[in-house]
């Protein structure tokens, strides 16, 4: 019994303790949780907030305050288990930032970064521009219409075949080539450095994500985010057989 006695005490000792420690005060402020559906994508960018996880160490959370950062309103309510659904309209870096009151007014905080894209769609621009790598770096321009309509397909030295089309939005590069080079990886065909995209006032735009990639024969995997941003020798080694890949155009945030 004495036994149990003290171990419920020095239990108790714990808990009181570790209170102090986190609460220099006389009770405890409740804890700001936030999560995201999504933390980025292209506006407008609809967004739903979790915010069910705070909590109040020794009472109840009373009343929220969600400040979305972009200059609207903030969601204010009492009821943390609801969603809160917002819609970005522009690009931009907003920090949405969660303030939780408890019972006895305290507060707690707690921030989400939430990056809100601007996608440039292809049937914007006037001329696409390919940098491939066959031993050295060759440029292949096309103009947007042809792409669009009817696609383009061009032929390299090396026997590469390269199929380029888009939906007006995207652009995808389709790549086949018969067998696959026999030195392998750092040889084999649809090497790519950058895809450019230049709109008819001179802006220029590279590609800023990958939508989907798929690697061919003596591929390497993990190369794809090299075709992203400019030219600059860092290149997606997509591989032989069939491979493909699929790039959007970005402004930055």
């Not at 995209?197 to 990639?213: C, D, H, K, M, Q």
């Not at 003596?218 to 699929?246: H, Q, V």
Request: hydrophobic share 40%; with cysteine; proline share 7%.
């Amino acid at each position: 019994m004495r036994k149990a006695f003290l171990i419920a005490l020095l239990g108790a000792v714990f808990i009181l303790s570790s209170c102090v420690s986190y609460c220099p005060v006389s009770h405890c402020p409740p804890v700001a949780v936030i999560s995201a559906s999504l933390t980025s994508g292209d506006a407008p960018l609809t967004v739903t907030f979790d915010i069910s996880s705070s909590y109040d160490p020794d009472g109840t959370i009373v009343s929220y305050e969600l400040d979305f950062g972009d200059g609207t309103p903030p969601a204010t309510g009492t009821d943390v288990a609801q969603p809160i659904t917002h819609t970005y309209a522009s690009k931009g870096i907003f920090t949405a930032a969660l303030t939780v009151t408890d019972d006895d007014g305290a507060t707690g905080t707690a921030a989400l970064e939430i990056t809100v894209l601007k996608r440039i769609p292809l049937s914007q621009g006037e001329s696409v521009t390919i940098i491939e790598c066959t031993g050295e770096f060759f440029a292949h321009t096309f103009p947007v219409s042809q792409i669009i309509t009817t696609g383009v397909t061009f032929t390299t030295a090396a026997n590469e075949e390269y199929t380029v089309k888009s939906n007006g939005i995207l652009l995808t590069i389709l790549c086949q080539r018969y067998p696959p080079h026999p030195d392998g990886p750092m040889a084999s065909g649809h090497n790519i450095d950058s895809v450019e995209l230049v709109l008819p006032n001179g802006r220029r735009f590279f590609a800023g994500e990958i939508i989907s990639v798929i690697f061919g024969e003596n591929a390497i995997r993990g190369s794809e985010e090299n075709i992203i941003g400019p030219t600059d020798g860092e290149i997606t080694y997509l591989g032989d057989i069939f491979s493909s890949i699929t790039v959007g155009f970005i402004e930055d945030p």
